[in-house]
């Protein structure tokens, strides 16, 4: 099955740093990689995604890019600002399990200073 | 835009006891929901995947007979945690995806936070 790894498990930052959050999986088959921002006490909530066939995708101070060779795909965000802090986790899916189902990583804890 | 709705968002029930927990799309009809569970600071996994008017799914080393998945409908899937133990003092959370919509991004609960006392 999928194998989803993410780095680093904590990362500090100073307002108006960047910040970028690594992922990597193992099936080469897997073509959905969303990532999730998860503040405490409440459920995931989706950010961004992007599918295998596009290397890029930007939303205001989000964006993540996806490397398919190196199996691996990573978060931005630019101009971070306290409200920023959270739980961030990224996933993958593809076939055989279908779209939906989701494996995680383990999870980033951004915290952002102000 | 897409809401999924958890209930209960807190309960706390003696040991032996069961436990129901609802999950419901507001706003869009709803084939497929998944049920996770997340320890205090872990990553969140699958337990089951429960589909409209047929049998759960569930992953390996998921007992059946104690989370206990029906999906009546296509605005609601309820999790029963039969006998409770303290082990099982968890967040739950349930995701849904939209019946109509090819590959729309899955929509997630706000959890439900189960202590076993």
């Known amino acids: 099955g999928e194998n989803v790894e993410q780095h680093p498990s904590t990362l500090s930052v100073q307002e108006g740093d960047s910040a970028v959050i690594k992922c990597t999986y193992s099936d080469s088959a897997s073509n959905y990689f969303p990532w999730y921002k998860q503040e405490l006490g409440k459920g995931p909530q989706l950010i961004i995604d992007?599918?295998?066939?596009?290397g890029e995708k930007k939303d205001q101070r989000i964006a993540v890019t996806l490397n398919k060779t190196a199996k691996h795909f990573s978060l931005h965000i630019t101009e971070t600002q306290p409200e920023d802090s959270a739980v961030y986790f990224c996933?993958?899916?593809?076939?055989?399990?279908?779209?939906?189902?989701?494996?995680f990583g383990k999870g980033t804890m951004l915290l952002v200073s102000p | 835009g897409a809401v999924v709705s958890q209930h209960p968002s807190r309960v706390i029930c003696k040991s032996g006891t069961s436990v129901k927990i609802e999950c419901r799309s507001l706003d869009f009809q709803a084939t497929t929901m998944f049920w996770y569970r997340q320890f205090p600071k872990q990553s969140l996994m699958l337990m089951a995947t429960?589909?409209?008017?047929?049998?759960?799914?569930?992953e390996q080393g998921v007992e059946k007979d104690k989370f206990l998945i029906n999906h009546a409908s296509l605005t609601l899937s309820t999790l029963t945690v039969t006998s409770a133990h303290p082990e099982d003092s968890s967040f739950y959370i349930c995701?849904?995806?939209?019946?109509?919509?090819?590959?729309?991004?899955?929509?997630f609960g706000n959890g439900t936070r189960l202590t076993v006392t």
């Open positions: 995701s849904a995806e939209r019946r109509t919509a090819y590959n729309s991004p899955l929509h």
């Open positions: 429960s589909n409209e008017g047929s049998k759960a799914t569930y």
């Open positions: 996933a993958a899916s593809g076939p055989p399990t279908g779209y939906s189902t989701l494996t």
């Open positions: 992007i599918r295998s066939n596009v």
